[in-house]
């Protein structure tokens, strides 16, 4: 198993505070948001890492040593040298198309709990987090599925229709990877805006894909300010039930 995290964005709703710092090296309480990432994945058996980088990649790149050493894990680094011109689609593309095993992929700048990913990490076939409890709204990566197929994802949908919020967390089984990275390379080659996202729909047709429900654990993927501050008040939270 290696985890793929995707840090090239350049987090422009968040700025200033990602002028000079890309999202995943954010700091609450003194630990990075892909400090925390890596060990929420560490707590479940991964220990080795490939992180896409794009904005201000030198400033995660100097963190590397650091977080090897700290957690004792392997982390590789793949630049999108596009990142500011295309989208996730790309930048798992160039991680994932050379790889062999199952991969966890996950959004740099997500904060969930870490049951979360253990959770997610007991199925055996590819799989997808879904948020089946929040209130969606117009901006939610809303998800429609039907007999395990998705039908829809996408913000789009129409909120009494879908089955909940794709998180941003998932997990491609090795079975499935090259048809995964297939139909990557497929949205690449129609816009290279499109989200990594939309290529499970397509899977989800050809291979099964399994679904790992909240039920209630809490997350966010940290997009504006308003996010911002309410993983400070998770992160408290998560540290308060550690200790």
Same mark, same amino acid.
């Given at each position: 198993?290696?985890? =793929? ?10 700025? #200033?505070?990602?002028?000079?710092? #890309?999202? #995943? ?20 058996? =991964? ?36 990142? $500011? ?5 790309? $930048? ?11 991969? &966890? ?6 904060? =969930? ?7 997610? &990490? ?49 997990? =491609?089984?090795?079975?499935?990877? $090259?048809?995964?990275?297939?139909? &990557? ?31 209630? &654990? ?26």
């Amino acid at each position: 198993m290696i985890a =793929v995290i995707l840090a090239a964005g350049t987090g422009t709703r968040l700025m #200033p505070l990602t002028r000079d710092i #890309p999202k #995943p090296l954010l700091e609450i309480d003194d630990k990075s948001l892909l400090e925390r990432m890596i060990i929420n994945c560490t707590s479940s058996g =991964v220990n080795e890492f490939i992180i896409v980088l794009g904005h201000k990649k030198e400033r995660v790149i100097e963190k590397i040593e650091y977080l090897e050493s700290k957690y004792q894990v392997k982390i590789s680094t793949i630049e999108n040298k596009r990142y $500011s011109q295309t989208n996730t689609s790309c $930048s798992v593309s160039l991680a994932t198309k050379q790889l062999n095993e199952d991969v &966890l992929i996950i959004n740099g700048d997500n904060v =969930v709990d870490e049951r979360i990913i253990s959770g997610l &990490l007991a199925i055996n076939e590819t799989a997808l987090v879904v948020d089946n409890y929040k209130q969606l709204n117009e901006e939610s990566f809303k998800i429609r599925i039907e007999d395990n197929v998705i039908m829809e994802i996408g913000k789009g949908i129409n909120i009494n229709m879908a089955s909940g919020e794709f998180i941003g967390v998932s997990k =491609v089984s090795k079975n499935d990877l $090259s048809m995964f990275n297939s139909i &990557l390379e497929g949205l690449i080659a129609g816009d290279v805006q499109n989200y990594y996202d939309l290529a499970y729909k397509d899977l989800s047709k050809k291979s099964r894909i399994e679904y790992f429900y909240t039920n209630g &654990l809490k997350w966010t993927e940290i997009d504006d300010k308003n996010d911002w501050e309410y993983a400070h008040t998770l992160i408290k939270e998560f540290d308060n039930k550690i200790h």
